[in-house]
């Protein structure tokens, strides 16, 4: 029986909180396209195929002091397009090694054909993730950096 868009948000969720980089990528059609279109510097524009996607994730979350203890106030927004779903979600955890707060918001829209998702546009709130981790600064250093690349670029 193949998943439905929810079931998959669902279990992408799920994913996350895991820490799963194998779980979440297997979620992805072999082909998938992933797109962060509002994403901070530091990390990638788009992920093209599922290994991709399993590389990435195994990376981030593997050198990540942020530990997320849930998911919730999860809100589905269904498409007319029944391939279409997009959730809003918060998630909330601690920062390592001191256990500080984290809390993080984001927007996830998914295509999902046969059980698989096929496209994700992924709006997470980078900055405010940075900002917990006590990166900010990198963020912004790396923004005013690739700036000044690109002016130079098209000079």
């Known amino acids: ?3 439905t868009p929810r079931e998959v948000l ?9 820490r799963s980089a194998d779980d979440l990528a297997d979620l992805y059609a072999a082909d998938a396209l ?4 509002f994403r ?7 992920l093209e195929g599922r290994e991709e996607v399993r ?7 593997g050198a990540s002091p942020v530990r997320l203890a849930e998911i919730h106030d999860v809100v ?6 029944p391939e279409v779903v997009t959730g809003e979600w918060e998630g909330t955890g601690t920062v390592e090694p001191d256990g500080r707060p984290f809390r993080a918001t984001g927007l996830l829209t998914l295509r999902v054909r046969n059980g ?12 405010g993730t ?5 990166r900010l600064k990198d963020v912004v250093a790396a923004a005013e950096n690739g700036a000044a690349e690109n002016a130079a670029a098209t000079a």
């Open 76 to 81: 589905v927004h269904e498409a007319a397009d």
């Open 34 to 37: 992933h797109t962060f279109p």
């Open 40 to 46: 901070a510097p530091l990390f990638p524009a788009r």
């Open 10 to 18: 669902a279990r992408f969720h799920r994913a996350m909180v895991d």
């Open 116 to 127: 698989e998702i096929v496209e994700t546009r992924d709006y997470m709130d980078v900055f």
């Open 55 to 61: 590389a990435l994730y195994r990376a981030t979350w």
């Open 1 to 3: 029986m193949q998943l």
């Open 130 to 134: 940075y900002h917990a981790m006590g």
